[in-house]
């Protein structure tokens, strides 16, 4: 059964992309299974049984359709719809099992919760601790995530949640007591902010600090933005800002994002308003300590996903806020028991997290085999944020330990990841659909309007052929007098120009109508000289 529901999930996450799809099985015979199984026993692939037909039918039939396959009563089915974490997922741990039903109380998912405690928790771990130099050089922590939804489903309250869960309180500057020694994440909380310019990245972690110059002849005050803290949380539940600040001429929060993903160093460059000195800082590489959660609405996800040639989406950790409600458990949500990794020795530069060896085995044959073979472009992170989410994971359910990554933690991962691969796969089905519409839109537009102009050309050719009719039928009034008849097939069709002939059905009707000509039967005469 668990087979067969997660191809059923797969199915679900190929309908808005796929144009047919099917599910198909080995003969009823040969249970639990597979297709070598069935062509051993002689059969071919025509006899293959239908489990759920092209197109798919309705969420009842398909049910039926499992259970009469298996022959079996089925427990309840895991989560169909694309992203959602199985129950089975939540109870591997207490910690897992509380963020769960944490999400029930305030009738909220718990994936996005966790994808956001998951950042958080990582951003209040040392910039010291770094990746192993799997492939390449040593590499940051910094994990960013996407709480993709439709407005009002919960991604600023998940936010919020999430913060709550882990007791994790914000940071409110006072110059003053940092002055006097009161420093550190432990002591000050963590800054959060709302996303900025890529400028405002690196201001993040300085702050306009007095000192006194002495180097004069005379001490006087000096203020300058110096480096203040290592640790900065970007949360902004409408991400939509981020297409705003980049499509600004000369912005640089794209480039900035996506060297912050690997700690890259960051330069920051501040001017004193009414002053032509600066001061510059660097944030050097492997320093500083960023996480980021954004909010995404679906219509926004296609500003994301076209900068797949930068390298921006595969970075990220998508989680819906979509999905059925979770049985209400109303609690009143206590903190979780949690707290962060132990500082490395401050005289320590970069302690390389542990990873299992067979980890890392297998993260470089993945790079090997996306080298050799070009895979899909949106996978050419997926090693790397794997082991930071599952890092991120170590982190949350062994509090107070330094990171690692061990088989279970990269098991969860894995979980994880494949999730956000799968909403992500639902934010471009849903970007394809809206480009696919809106082109439908443009063309069947196009289409009224050509038809529309077509009406309005025959329409002028109707009514000059019209008002040509009246003046042969005047001209004949004035030669035959007022009472002269003229037959329409004769001396009028006569009088129209062979290239108008084709519009003279119609003329004739239009002049009858607007009073040009008086009509009985197949003869007209003059009912007034036109204008």
């Known amino acids: 059964p668990a087979g067969l529901y997660h191809a059923r999930q797969v199915m679900d996450a190929l309908k808005p992309i796929a144009e047919m799809v099917g ?10 299974s597979d297709l070598s199984d069935h062509l051993d026993a002689g059969y071919t692939m025509d006899d293959l049984e239908e489990v759920i037909p092209l197109h798919g039918p309705t969420s009842a039939t398909v049910d039926v359709k499992i259970e009469q396959y298996t022959e079996q009563t089925l427990p309840d089915p895991e989560p169909t719809m694309p992203g959602l974490l199985p129950d089975t997922f939540w109870a591997q741990h207490p910690t897992l099992r509380a963020i769960r039903s944490a999400a029930a109380s305030r009738m909220l998912r718990p994936e996005p919760i966790l994808a ?34 439709s407005s009002g489903m919960g991604k600023s309250t998940s936010l919020s949640t999430a913060r ?42 300085a702050e306009k600090l007095t000192t006194t110059d002495t180097s004069g002849t005379r001490p006087k005050a000096v203020t300058r933005l110096q480096r203040v803290r290592d640790h900065v949380l970007i949360a902004d539940s409408e991400g939509s800002a981020l297409a705003a600040h980049q499509g600004r001429a000369g912005a640089t929060i ?13 330069l920051s460059t501040y001017s004193k308003r009414g002053t032509d000195s600066a001061v510059d800082f660097d944030l050097e590489p492997l320093s500083y300590r960023l996480g980021i959660i954004l909010g995404i609405q679906p219509d926004i996800a296609g500003h994301y ?12 950790l998508w989680m819906t806020v979509h999905g059925p409600l979770l049985p209400e458990d109303i609690i009143e949500i206590q903190p979780l028991t949690w707290s962060r990794p132990p500082d490395p020795p401050p005289d320590a530069q970069q302690v390389q997290i542990e990873v299992a060896p067979a980890i890392a085995d297998q993260l470089r044959q993945q790079v090997r085999t996306y080298r050799e073979t070009g ?43 494949s999730a956000s691969d799968m909403v992500r796969g639902v934010a471009q089905a849903h970007v394809i659909n809206k480009a696919r519409d809106a082109s439908k839109q443009r063309a069947e ?19 000059r052929v019209a008002k040509g009719l009246a003046r042969i039928a005047n001209k004949h009034a004035a030669d035959h007098g007022p009472d002269h008849w003229c037959s329409g097939s004769a001396c009028l069709r006569r009088g129209v120009a062979g290239r108008d002939r084709g519009w003279f059905e119609e003329a004739v009707e239009y002049a009858v109508e607007r009073g040009l000509l008086e009509a009985d039967g197949s003869r007209y005469r003059s009912a007034r000289v036109p204008q």
């Open 305 to 316: 996903l076209e900068q797949a040639g930068t390298g921006w989406p595969q970075r990220l």
């Open 254 to 266: 794209g480039p900035v994002l996506l060297s912050a993903f690997s700690g890259e160093p960051l």
């Open 164 to 205: 709550n869960l882990l007791g994790v309180p914000n940071e409110r500057w006072d110059a003053e007591e940092y002055q006097l020694g009161a420093r550190g994440i432990d002591i000050r909380g963590l800054m959060t902010v709302r996303l900025g310019s890529g400028e405002g990245i690196a201001h993040a972690f």
């Open 375 to 417: 895979s899909n472009p949106l996978d050419s992170h997926a090693g790397l944020l794997r082991l930071k989410v599952a890092a991120a994971i170590h982190v949350l359910l062994n509090p107070g330990t330094p990171p690692a990554v061990t088989p279970d933690d990269w098991a969860m991962a894995t979980e994880i990841v």
């Open 23 to 32: 599910m198909y099985g080995p003969k009823p015979t040969l249970r639990k």
């Open 445 to 463: 537009m196009k289409a009224h309007e050509t038809v529309a102009a077509q009406r309005a050309a025959d329409h002028d050719q109707v009514q």
């Open 116 to 149: 956001s405690i998951l950042v958080t928790a990582i951003t209040c771990t040392s910039p010291k601790y770094v990746l192993p130099p799997i492939v390449g050089a040593p590499g940051s922590l910094n994990l960013f995530t996407l709480l993709y939804g």
